[in-house]
Structures are given as structure tokens and as C-alpha cells.
């Protein structure tokens, strides 16, 4: 058996998660296939069946679904055996390296928590989106859609995420975690540059976040438009409107959006991209790839290692 | 496997809870409430539990709290005593 997040394994996808499903899902998975992508699909057997997913497809039978109107925690709860959540277990279980769904993005968290488990000392994972800003490898905006209502430790640990996941594959982490190189430039996401601007949850992250090597204040999105920060920290909430604003300004622009790759889950123990609920094929397709490559490159395990001998750096003792 | 103390329990919750708050369990006051005072959310809670529920199997019991009690929970006592309960009652049957 493999470990969680092996490169070697096939991508599990949650064939039941985009409003299309299952078409979309199978669609993208026989398109992976064609070009040597190993993949595994699960969902309602004769859904998928009958949506066109022949051998040599690999399905595996999750009989339930979690919808986009279920509360998530109650409804895994209900249902251990709903498409995300034995996704996860594929992939717990060392049966797949990594995760794609299309669905709910509370049910694909609570799916990960439960069956892979949080990487030792984050309070919530995160979304990250990496933001397409001129002039930069791509601003990372985090949480770009988990947890609306991320207190001060959440937010915390998203900065920590985003500048592990900023900081690349650049070798073991020194034991002097102070030097690692090049230090990413944090953001916080508000609505004014002053320390004292914005709601309770995110003053108090810029108290804590206050002493965090390479933290820059507050940041407004015209700022992040301008590249001014290599990571912006956020609340799903906030960090989600801004993505959804700037993906309608792409929309509107007339940019093709269809390579779009999802966003990959930080803080959890093995790769998972979170795709668009009106994921069509060729996105879910490009989310299969985000996912392989994520396996490949060990980026779950590495973002742990960091956040590990990055906590020393942050202000300790921070409040919710 | 006899029926498991309430303290016993409460050292299986504790280090739940504190993995999932990203605290020291020694930092977790059993009077907490979990949505005023340790602003831990249904995912939390449901964490905490199975967490629990999955420590207790490899212990030899096989115990699973109500799906509603999920939402009943308003306290860290509260989750202590009700998987208490359970464990007892599965001690008698």
C-alpha cells in the first residue's frame, strides 16, 4: 500500500460533486485516461455507468451524495458513504494520491479532516488560488474559499500555509528556520492599510501576524492587482468575493477560463483541488492534472514540514 | 472490555479537541462552550467525535453517538458525559 498523496497512485475523483455531475466527471476522466493520466472514479455505479463510463475506467461504488444545500458535517455525518468523502478514504487508504471535487467546498474539507486528517497545527485548511497578477509567478490568495468565518489562529495559519506554498521546493528547511532564502512577502486582506482598519477576527490577525517574518500590514485588492505581496491572507469569505470579482472581470474581458485548474486545499495530509461547481470536462480535466502534478511534487508534505518550523516565527498564544 | 470512567473519556476528548483547535489540550477547560467560547463549528465538533469514536474502536468498543446528538453538543462536558453514556450503555447490553 502507498502513502497518502503518492505520486504513483491514480487521481480519485468525486464523480457526484459539479452540477452537472455526473457527466463532466466522467467526461474528463475518459479524456485523462487517453493521455495516460490513471484515474479513479467514485460515484453511484450506474450513474456513471450510464453516463458512459466503460471499463477501463476504474469506478469505485459510493452509493450517496453531499449537495451543494446539505449542512456538510451533518450530512457526512449521515452519509460515510457519500462520493467525497470515500474519495478521501481512496486516498487515505494510499488507493489514490489525490483528490478532485467539483462539490461542496464544507463537505470536501470535513471529507479530508475526517478520513486523511490536518497537518499538526493548523486550525482550519485553506483554499489557495494563485491569483494570475502580471509581473509575478502568481499571487497566492489563501483562503480563497474554506472557512467564512476564520477567527485569528485560522488566519494565522493560513499565513503560514501561503509562504511554505510560496516559498516552493527550495530543499530542507534549515534548522535555522529564520533564513530558509528569499522570504515571501504576506499580506493581509482588508479594506485600508491602516493596523486598526477592518473586523474584529482580522485586527487581531494583524496583532498576531504583526511579528511574522516577511508580513507587509494590510493589503487592499488594488494592492494585490499591483503584485505588492507574494501571499494575501484572507477569511473564505472575503478571500472568495475578490476571486469571484476578478474571475467575472476575466469573464467579461473575454479570457478564456476553461484551463482553469481549481485551487489546491492546504492543510491536510495529501493533495486535494477544489474545483468550480459548474466545472465542465475540460476544467475537471486540467484539476486532474493540478492534482498529479501536486502528488509529484510532494507540495502537501513540504507545506507541513514549513508550517512545522515556521510556527516558532509567528507571535505564539494567539487568540481565536 | 469493561465500561470506560467518565475521566477515561475525557482523556480521549481532550487531546481531540486540542488537535482540532490547534491549542494545547492542557489549555482545554471542560466548561468550554464550543460555539461562544472555542469557536469550534459543526466540522469541529464532528471531528472531535468521530476522532473519539475511532480511539474508543481500537480499544475494543464499538460506539456511535446519535447523528442528532452532533448538533446537541454545546459543551465540552456535554460531549464527555453523552459519549459516557454511550459507552456505559454499551457496557450493560
Known amino acids: ?320 | 472490555m469493561s465500561a470506560r470512567g467518565r475521566e477515561e473519556i475525557a482523556e480521549l476528548v481532550t487531546p481531540r479537541l486540542g488537535e482540532v483547535l490547534a491549542i494545547d489540550s492542557s489549555d482545554v477547560c471542560h466548561t468550554a462552550r464550543f460555539e461562544e467560547d472555542l469557536a469550534a463549528d459543526s466540522l469541529d465538533r464532528l471531528e472531535v467525535l468521530e476522532g473519539v469514536e475511532s480511539d474508543l474502536r481500537a480499544q475494543g468498543l464499538a460506539v456511535s453517538l446519535p447523528d442528532a446528538e452532533l448538533t446537541s453538543l454545546r459543551t465540552v462536558c456535554d460531549a464527555v458525559d453523552r459519549i459516557h453514556a454511550q459507552v456505559t450503555q454499551q457496557g450493560r447490553s
Open chain 1, 1 to 320: 500500500m502507498t502513502e497518502p498523496g503518492s505520486a504513483e497512485a491514480p487521481v480519485a475523483i468525486d464523480a457526484m460533486g459539479s452540477d452537472g455531475a455526473p457527466a463532466p466527471e466522467v467526461a474528463a476522466a475518459l479524456a485523462c485516461r487517453a493521455r495516460g493520466q490513471a484515474v479513479t472514479l467514485v460515484g453511484e455505479r450506474e450513474a456513471l455507468t450510464g453516463a458512459g463510463a466503460p471499463p477501463p475506467i476504474d469506478v469505485v461504488d459510493a452509493p450517496h451524495r453531499v449537495s451543494m444545500a446539505d449542512e456538510p458535517a451533518m450530512a457526512l455525518r449521515r452519509s460515510p458513504q457519500a462520493s467525497v468523502r470515500v474519495a478521501a478514504r481512496l486516498v487515505a487508504h494510499g488507493r489514490a494520491g489525490a483528490l478532485v471535487s467539483a462539490g461542496s467546498t464544507g463537505a470536501i474539507i470535513g471529507a479530508a479532516l475526517l478520513e486523511l486528517g490536518r497537518v499538526p497545527g493548523v486550525r482550519r485548511p485553506a483554499v489557495s488560488a494563485r491569483l494570475p497578477v502580471p509581473g509575478t509567478d502568481g499571487v497566492i490568495l489563501i483562503d480563497a474559499g474554506g472557512t467564512p468565518d476564520a477567527g485569528v489562529a485560522a488566519m494565522v495559519g493560513f499565513a503560514r500555509m501561503g509562504v511554505a506554498l510560496a516559498a516552493g521546493d527550495d530543499g530542507p528547511v534549515p534548522p535555522d528556520a529564520r533564513s530558509p532564502g528569499p522570504v515571501p512577502r504576506v499580506g493581509l486582506l482588508n479594506v485600508g492599510a491602516e493596523p486598526g482598519r477592518g473586523n474584529r477576527a482580522v485586527r487581531g490577525a494583524h496583532v498576531a501576524l504583526a511579528h511574522m517574518e516577511g508580513f507587509i500590514g494590510n493589503v487592499e485588492p488594488a494592492d494585490v492587482l499591483a503584485g505588492v505581496a507574494d501571499v494575501v491572507v484572507a477569511d473564505a469569505f472575503t478571500g472568495n468575493v475578490l476571486l469571484k470579482t476578478i474571475e467575472a472581470m476575466a469573464t467579461a474581458a473575454g479570457l478564456d477560463r476553461h484551463g482553469d485548474a481549481g485551487a489546491l486545499l492546504l492543510g491536510v495530509r495529501a493533495p486535494i483541488v477544489v474545483a468550480h461547481g459548474s466545472a465542465e470536462a475540460a476544467t475537471l480535466e486540467a484539476a486532474v492534472g493540478a492534482a498529479a502534478d501536486a502528488a509529484a511534487s510532494g507540495v502537501s508534505a513540504r507545506v507541513a514540514d514549513r508550517v512545522a518550523s515556521r510556527a516558532q516565527t509567528v507571535g505564539s498564544g494567539t487568540p481565536r
